[in-house]
């Protein structure tokens, strides 16, 4: 599609909608790799490795658009920082769903919200198109796309060439490997896991070693159908947390709901939290408390004492999953709001001690330093809504010291908007936040590093990035 005309479906899309919608208002253009050019500010001279971002690259085919932003097909942005430079480059994920969509020009497949296309009889037993879209993982030779409810696709870790379905030695075809694996800092090893359902609905954990080779393996039950994004590492166990969201697995059998329609909230059911032993992959305790939703944690560590410490973003219900689908639209209607809490746990006991607000900002997309991945971290960062400007999309990059309640925090300029921060260790201690920002006034995409210690100096680097980078979800730092 040229330009003009791309800039003409962008002012249509967008027309008496917010600014932000413009980020995804026509679907991401493949480019580079190419060298950046310098808007200001000069590269980190030790800023040395390469940022991977996966997101729903395109949201539209056909003259239609998907039911929800996580149908959306994959795309990565990769920028390596190399000799001086950063070469960024941008490709769709080659999946089979992709490439015969491609070629049909229209939706053919199911999804998350998507419904295969035809009569209902014609939808039974279809199975969802990949859409590797979630999240990276960054292994020694391999750059993996993440979807939850599949095999991950395996890349080209420079050329972002796809290079199939990715089985880590030992998963499946269609096994679920989930888009928020944990690496730990010291042995390397990556933990994940994948949610079965069926006659049996089960989380199948995964441990790994550093090449993501999958060792170990054990199935721990779900009390019913249920919805689980991410999990967290927290000292010498692996913490989930099991929001009551029920999946209605005869509808999507049959072919008459998609699986996002096919959730309900059922807060009576409250939220359940399985600790299960690290090394030994088995649960040590499981238990019910308060109902409430969550798609991300932070992190979590265990104290002197023993107790389980684990920060996340609440939501009060699932009416998130709900904006989540109208996001597509550019004009979403339903309200939501979430709050960074920590949650701390008697992990043997199997009760929770307390669970309160660390802050009372908008926010979503948590992360840490790679180095405190299940141990006691200083530093939170995330994307939030700064409270005086009425945005319905973050504008606002926050770092918390979750212990003090200190913040160190950025607002963009009106019009621009942040993805998630990547957060990259420097030397002695210090670190940078690498994100995408989408400025709305200029249509155009920029990569952003800010100091972690100090981000309300600004950016102390900014990349023109040749194409709009739609938003996205997930990203990953490798280190040269
Ligand atoms: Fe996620």
């Known amino acids: 599609m040229p330009t003009s005309t791309r800039d003409q479906v962008r002012d249509t899309f967008s027309q008496g909608k917010p600014l932000w919608s413009r980020s995804i208002a026509t679907p991401a253009v493949e480019f580079g790799p190419v060298t950046l050019p310098v808007l200001s500010g000069q590269l980190p001279a030790d800023l040395r490795g390469s940022l991977y971002r996966n997101g729903a690259g395109r949201l539209q085919r ?63 037993g279809a199975q969802p198109k990949n859409a590797a879209n979630t999240a990276v993982l960054a292994l020694p030779d391999k750059l993996l796309a993440l979807w939850e409810a599949g095999n991950p696709h395996s890349l080209d870790l420079d050329t972002l060439a796809t290079l199939g379905l990715e089985n880590l030695g030992s998963l499946q075809p269609g096994q679920p490997y989930s888009a928020h694996p944990k690496a730990d800092p010291h042995s390397g090893e990556i933990y994940n896991f994948g949610v079965v359902f069926g006659p049996r609905n089960y989380l199948q954990l995964y441990r790994s070693d550093a090449s993501g080779q999958i060792y170990q393996q054990s199935q721990i039950p ?62 040590v305790s499981r238990f019910e408390t308060d109902p409430w939703y969550q798609w991300h944690f932070g992190n979590g560590y265990q104290t002197a004492d023993g107790t389980v410490v684990i920060d996340y973003v609440r939501y009060a219900n699932f009416d998130t999953n709900q904006w989540l689908k109208e996001v597509v639209t550019g004009y979403p ?86 993805v998630e921060p990547v957060y990259v260790p420097g030397p002695q201690g210090t670190g940078w936040l690498l994100t ?45």
Not at 253 to 275: C, E, H, N
Not at 370 to 379: E, W, Y
Not at 381 to 401: A, H, M, P, T, V
């Open 222 to 283: 779900l009390p019913r159908p249920a919805l689980v994004h991410d999990f967290v590492i927290a000292g010498a166990y692996l913490v989930f947390v099991v929001p009551p969201v029920v999946l209605s697995v005869l509808p999507i059998l049959l072919g008459t709901k998609g699986f996002s329609d096919a959730m309900q909230w059922r807060p009576q059911y409250g939220t359940q939290i399985i600790v299960v032993d690290r090394h030994t992959l088995q649960a």
């Open 62 to 124: 056909g003259g239609q658009s998907v039911d929800h932003w996580f149908d959306g097909d994959g795309g990565i942005l990769a920028v390596h920082f190399r000799d001086a430079e950063a070469t960024a480059l941008y490709r769709y994920v080659q999946t089979q769903g992709f490439q015969a969509e491609a070629a049909a020009d229209d939706f053919l497949y199911a999804g998350y919200g998507q419904m295969a296309p035809g009569p209902f009889w014609k939808r039974w």
């Open 436 to 480: 995408v920002v989408f400025d709305g006034n200029q249509d155009q995409s920029t990569l952003q590093i800010f100091s972690a210690d100090n981000l309300a100096a600004g950016p102390v680097c900014v990349l023109a990035l040749p194409e709009i980078i739609p938003f996205g979800f997930h990203g990953t730092w490798q280190p040269r």
């Open 333 to 418: 209607k339903t309200q939501v709001s979430s709050r960074l809490y920590r949650l701390r746990l008697d992990a043997i006991a199997g009760s929770v001690l307390s669970n309160e607000p660390l802050s009372d900002l908008e926010c979503e997309f948590p992360i840490i330093s790679p180095q405190d991945v299940g141990q006691h971290h200083q530093s939170l960062c995330f994307c939030y809504k700064s409270q005086n400007r009425n945005e319905e999309y973050f504008d606002s990059i926050g770092r918390l010291d979750p212990d003090r309640g200190q913040l160190h925090q950025v607002t963009l300029a009106s019009g621009c908007y942040p």
